[in-house]
């Protein structure tokens, strides 16, 4: 009663942060990945090619790319249009304009393990093959699990116009072409130079030195571990050495079928034929 | 601000629509389909096979199984678990048990026509083909829900082939009714005979649900309030936009939807499905 009590005056002043509850206009553009998905540097990028002007840091990324779990109803109401927001949401039909982006699911988990330990939600004993069961049944984060956020999205919009498909490990190999893609999708005449200058200043090595100083600025980051830096490797592959040989099979066997079809070669598993039998279908 | 004001007072009430923030409980069953998509009959079906002491009716409908889009949050809290749900709501993570019942959108666009006539949502003189339109693009003014394919895609993408998720499609039910039910009875663990069966059909007819209606419109939430002359159970059958939905409008949803139809096993009455899935293919072959 009380807790509703609170809700309801925070209701009435605007002072909640949305999250799912954004009222949503129609001309917003949406930055939509699962967690650890690179969805970060995708902000740093868009907001570097977008708004040059604003220099984007850790200290105003949170107002250049709004983060509806991060402002108050307020503030988001009384942004400049049209907006450009973040969000880790799984399927929502009033977002209209969307840039998913997509990482191999094996990566996806090492990252998380990692960033729940650095906002201890578990300690660094914490056994990585129990953190992946988990992870799996969708318990680690409040998205949904990965395999129903990507293939909400992917199967709802696969061929809708309002939709770009992004793939981690192809930003990662040719970063300028895929932001490119983003300039088209925003219909932003981009010039090669402008685009090289947007990478530049959203490189992996920049972002760490902002980390360093700006740690404490960041919604993300502040009253977290700072031993461990949110920027962390920053390149695909590593669960080929990191992750435990049954973590990596209980992960292709349950979204096996979604991995390939997004091009992520997967065991011979063909459990969880569901979550991809609609793709394959469309695709085939 | 008079609005908003209003929201919040419903809300510190609890007299706030539950919909999408309704309070999700592990041992919920959620019934799911888009609307018009014979989602009411299973709801009866549902009810009167949980429930053979009392045959159902609208006036108790909602307590049996309550609907989370027109019932208050304080409403589905007083419900004793397990609950059964209806909702036409695109995939949320959080329900854990769900039947998802899906109808060729052909038909559905038919019946939603009707509909919004009968809730004044459209005008009367409104024509077909630019109703089709609107369904298609996701511009009903009902739009909550996704399209019917963003609907029905969200949820088998997620959940299909998993425990805890049952898919029925209209027509199955209607070409079999006591299979499909058995099916239902199944999922829910509930031990029956065929002579219960029986009367669960026959409690659930479309001849008894309209006789229902016809006395009991005003006691229902769903049809209190509306236009009498359009009946809420439509003509409860498969296949009529063969007859009566126009050429230019069949092709429409299957240039959008084909490669859905096609998986759900609706036959296309045209070629554009097809090639729709080609381009697909070619849109993300790498």
Same mark, same amino acid.
């Given at each position: 009663?009380?807790?509703?009590?609170?809700?309801?005056?925070?209701?009435?002043?605007?002072?909640?942060?949305?999250?799912?509850?954004?009222?949503?206009?129609?001309?917003?553009?949406?930055?939509?990945?699962?967690?650890?998905?690179?969805?970060?540097?995708?902000?740093?990028?868009?907001?570097?090619?977008?708004?040059?002007?604003? @220099?984007?840091?850790?200290?105003? #990324?949170? !107002?250049?790319?709004? %983060?509806?779990?991060?402002?108050?109803? /307020?503030?988001?109401? =009384?942004?400049?249009?049209?907006?450009?927001?973040?969000?880790?949401?799984?399927?929502?039909?009033?977002?209209?304009?969307?840039?998913?982006?997509?990482?191999?699911?094996?990566?996806?988990?090492? @990252?998380?393990?990692?960033?729940? #330990?650095? !906002?201890?939600?578990? %300690?660094?004993?914490?056994?990585?093959? /129990?953190?992946?069961? =988990?992870?799996?049944?969708?318990?680690?984060?409040?998205?949904?699990?990965?395999?129903?956020?990507?293939?909400?999205?992917?199967?709802?919009?696969?061929?809708?116009?309002?939709?770009?498909?992004?793939?981690?490990?192809?930003?990662?190999?040719?970063?300028?072409?895929?932001?490119?893609?983003?300039?088209?999708?925003?219909?932003?005449?981009?010039?090669?130079?402008?685009?090289?200058?947007?990478?530049?200043?959203?490189?992996?090595?920049?972002?760490?030195?902002?980390?360093?100083?700006?740690?404490?600025?960041?919604?993300?980051?502040?009253?977290?571990?700072?031993?461990?830096?949110?920027?962390?490797?920053?390149?695909?592959?590593?669960?080929?050495?990191?992750?435990?040989?049954?973590?990596?099979?209980?992960?292709?066997?349950?979204?096996?079928?979604?991995?390939?079809?997004?091009?992520?070669?997967?065991?011979?598993?063909?459990?969880?034929?569901?979550?991809?039998?609609?793709?394959?279908?469309?695709?085939? | 601000?008079?609005?908003?004001?209003?929201?919040?007072?419903?809300?510190?009430?609890?007299?706030?629509?539950?919909?999408?923030?309704?309070?999700?409980?592990?041992?919920?069953?959620?019934?799911?389909?888009?609307?018009?998509?014979?989602?009411?009959?299973?709801?009866?079906?549902?009810?009167?096979?949980?429930?053979?002491?009392?045959?159902?009716?609208?006036?108790?409908?909602?307590?049996?199984?309550?609907?989370?889009?027109?019932?208050?949050?304080?409403?589905?809290?007083?419900?004793?678990?397990?609950?059964?749900?209806?909702?036409?709501?695109?995939?949320?993570?959080?329900?854990?048990?769900?039947?998802?019942?899906?109808?060729?959108?052909?038909?559905?666009?038919?019946?939603?026509?009707?509909?919004?006539?009968?809730?004044?949502?459209?005008?009367?003189?409104?024509?077909?083909?630019?109703?089709?339109?609107?369904?298609?693009?996701?511009?009903?003014?009902?739009?909550?829900?996704?399209?019917?394919?963003?609907?029905?895609?969200?949820?088998?993408?997620?959940?299909?082939?998993?425990?805890?998720?049952?898919?029925?499609?209209?027509?199955?039910?209607?070409?079999?009714?006591?299979?499909?039910?058995?099916?239902?009875?199944?999922?829910?663990?509930?031990?029956?005979?065929?002579?219960?069966?029986?009367?669960?059909?026959?409690?659930?007819?479309?001849?008894?649900?309209?006789?229902?209606?016809?006395?009991?419109?005003?006691?229902?939430?769903?049809?209190?309030?509306?236009?009498?002359?359009?009946?809420?159970?439509?003509?409860?059958?498969?296949?009529?936009?063969?007859?009566?939905?126009?050429?230019?409008?069949?092709?429409?949803?299957?240039?959008?939807?084909?490669?859905?139809?096609?998986?759900?096993?609706?036959?296309?009455?045209?070629?554009?499905?097809?090639?729709?899935?080609?381009?697909?293919?070619?849109?993300?072959?790498?």
């Amino acid at each position: 009663m009380i807790e509703r009590m609170i809700a309801g005056i925070k209701l009435a002043l605007g002072l909640h942060h949305p999250a799912r509850n954004l009222a949503v206009f129609p001309d917003d553009i949406f930055i939509v990945s699962y967690p650890k998905s690179g969805n970060t540097w995708t902000r740093f990028l868009m907001a570097n090619l977008v708004y040059p002007e604003k @220099s984007p840091d850790f200290a105003n #990324i949170n !107002r250049v790319i709004p %983060d509806p779990e991060a402002l108050s109803k /307020r503030t988001l109401a =009384r942004l400049a249009r049209p907006r450009i927001i973040k969000s880790h949401q799984y399927f929502d039909p009033r977002y209209r304009r969307v840039v998913y982006v997509v990482r191999d699911p094996r990566d996806v988990a090492l @990252s998380q393990y990692h960033f729940h #330990i650095k !906002r201890t939600l578990i %300690d660094d004993s914490y056994p990585i093959q /129990r953190f992946v069961e =988990r992870f799996v049944a969708g318990e680690t984060s409040p998205y949904a699990s990965w395999g129903e956020n990507v293939a909400g999205w992917v199967a709802t919009r696969y061929n809708a116009p309002g939709f770009l498909l992004l793939r981690y490990e192809d930003m990662m190999t040719n970063t300028q072409a895929e932001l490119a893609k983003v300039a088209a999708f925003l219909q932003l005449n981009a010039s090669p130079e402008r685009l090289a200058e947007a990478v530049e200043r959203s490189s992996a090595e920049r972002m760490r030195v902002m980390e360093k100083t700006q740690a404490r600025k960041w919604t993300s980051t502040r009253n977290t571990r700072q031993d461990i830096p949110f920027v962390r490797t920053a390149k695909p592959g590593n669960w080929k050495t990191e992750l435990p040989q049954a973590a990596i099979e209980r992960i292709e066997t349950a979204w096996g079928p979604l991995m390939r079809w997004l091009g992520y070669p997967a065991g011979p598993s063909n459990n969880g034929e569901g979550i991809a039998s609609v793709l394959e279908t469309v695709s085939k | 601000m008079i609005y908003g004001i209003r929201q919040i007072l419903k809300y510190l009430a609890g007299t706030d629509i539950a919909g999408r923030s309704l309070a999700v409980r592990p041992d919920d069953t959620f019934l799911v389909s888009y609307p018009r998509s014979g989602n009411t009959w299973t709801r009866f079906l549902i009810a009167n096979l949980l429930h053979p002491g009392e045959p159902v009716t609208f006036a108790n409908i909602e307590y049996l199984v309550p609907d989370t889009e027109a019932q208050s949050s304080r409403h589905l809290k007083r419900i004793p678990g397990p609950r059964f749900i209806k909702s036409h709501e695109y995939f949320d993570h959080r329900y854990p048990r769900v039947i998802y019942i899906v109808r060729d959108p052909r038909d559905v666009v038919l019946s939603y026509y009707d509909f919004q006539r009968k809730y004044q949502q459209i005008a009367d003189c409104y024509p077909l083909e630019p109703y089709v339109s609107d369904f298609v693009n996701g511009r009903l003014s009902s739009a909550d829900w996704g399209t019917w394919a963003e609907n029905v895609a969200s949820w088998i993408a997620t959940r299909h082939n998993r425990k805890n998720f049952l898919l029925l499609r209209y027509e199955d039910m209607i070409a079999d009714t006591p299979g499909e039910l058995l099916r239902i009875a199944d999922f829910l663990e509930h031990k029956t005979s065929p002579r219960e069966l029986d009367q669960v059909i026959e409690r659930s007819s479309a001849e008894r649900m309209r006789e229902l209606e016809e006395r009991q419109s005003d006691l229902w939430v769903s049809t209190k309030n509306k236009r009498k002359d359009i009946p809420f159970i439509g003509t409860a059958s498969a296949g009529d936009w063969r007859s009566k939905l126009p050429a230019a409008s069949v092709l429409e949803i299957e240039t959008a939807w084909g490669p859905l139809l096609r998986f759900l096993n609706y036959e296309l009455a045209t070629n554009e499905g097809l090639r729709a899935a080609r381009e697909v293919r070619e849109l993300y072959s790498r």
